[in-house]
């Protein structure tokens, strides 16, 4: 176990009482970028890991490192989320009573970029598969053994791009979508509850998003938008702390979601039609 002083001094450093740790922590997608981000701070504080991820010599590298860092215990587990078999196995430690899991992190996920009418139906429908349907049953497994113990937390990680539906990502931004629009429904139901259900937006991340979506040329992207993955990860935590149904990590981006959110949906259509061709 790790050492409470190594613990509690993250997690004061992030101005949070010692006493609100999370003992036990499922991450999906942490073989890198913001999932990977996520599992770096969590060891930090103390929380015992489950990485998922398809990369799994990636995860078993992280795993080592931190066990060895910070103490702490960290599971690694195999799992391609697009495919049913797999994650049906995911599920069942998410719904095993005596494995309690306090928070779980749906992070998994990739985009791409294009035309849908050029783009194979394939892809976009595995992009569906891990985006969408992985977080409604990870979600469902989950949830009734946290209601039971009344107590845990959920964290999806959409994006600002579920609320700016913009030509060139059509299906990632319809998948983002559904998280704001799932999260904000089950925030209500779960209120009361000792359980929490909290949504992160993050904007432009330096990670391997990018690449992985055939986006190769990023240089109409002002360098200030970047986030790196540290910060979306803390803010994100900070906000399941906080229990808020929606976090928007960075002050720049909250400034253009509360900017942009008087416009009528005609009009931001417009400027995003036009604001997304440029950037591609
Ligand atoms: N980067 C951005 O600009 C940005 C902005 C807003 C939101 N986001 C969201 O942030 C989340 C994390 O993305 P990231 O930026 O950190 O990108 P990333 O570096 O590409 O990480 C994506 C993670 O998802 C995992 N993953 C992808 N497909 C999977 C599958 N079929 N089964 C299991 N795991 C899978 C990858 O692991 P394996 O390949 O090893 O399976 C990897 O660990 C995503 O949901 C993304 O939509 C990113």
Redesign the pocket.
């Known amino acids: 176990m790790p050492s409470d002083s190594v613990a509690d001094t993250a997690r004061s450093a992030r101005g949070l009482p010692s006493s609100n740790r999370w003992k036990k922590v499922l991450i999906?997608?942490?073989?890198?970028?913001?999932?990977?981000a996520f599992a770096r701070q969590l060891a930090a504080e103390g929380s015992d890991l489950i990485l998922?991820?398809?990369?799994v010599e990636?995860l078993n590298e992280i795993a080592q490192e931190l066990e060895q860092s910070h103490g702490v215990q960290v599971k690694v587990c195999e799992?391609?989320?697009?495919a049913p078999v797999a994650r049906a196995a995911i599920e069942r430690l998410l719904a095993d009573p005596e494995l309690p899991i306090d928070l779980l992190i749906n992070?998994?996920?990739?985009?791409t970029n294009g035309d849908f009418s050029e783009l194979p139906i394939a892809r976009e429908e595995?992009e569906v598969q891990?985006?969408v349907v992985a977080v409604l049953r990870l979600t469902s497994a989950a949830l009734p053994a946290m209601l039971q113990r009344n107590s845990g937390a959920i964290l999806n990680?959409?994006?600002?791009?579920g609320l700016y539906p913009a030509p060139g990502s059509a299906t990632y931004c319809a998948t983002?979508a559904f998280l704001c629009s799932f999260g904000d429904s089950l925030f209500e139901e779960l209120r009361g509850t000792g359980v929490s259900m909290t949504t992160a937006l993050?904007?432009?991340?330096s990670?391997?998003?990018?690449k992985?979506s055939n986006w190769e040329d990023q240089r109409s992207v002002p360098k200030a938008a970047w986030l790196t993955?540290a910060k979306v990860a803390a803010d994100s935590l900070d906000g399941v702390s906080a229990r808020k149904a929606r976090v928007v990590p960075a002050l720049g981006y909250r400034a253009l979601v509360s900017a942009t959110a008087p416009l009528p949906p005609s009009t931001r259509r417009w400027i995003l039609g036009r604001g997304s061709r440029a950037l591609r």
Not at 28 to 36: D, F, L, R, V, Y
Not at 207 to 210: A, L
């Open positions: 999906t997608g942490a073989s890198s970028g913001i999932g990977e998922v991820a398809r990369g990636k799992a391609d989320l697009s992070n998994a996920g990739f985009g595995q891990v985006n990680v959409g994006s600002i791009a983002k993050p904007g432009f991340t990670t391997e998003f990018q992985r993955a």
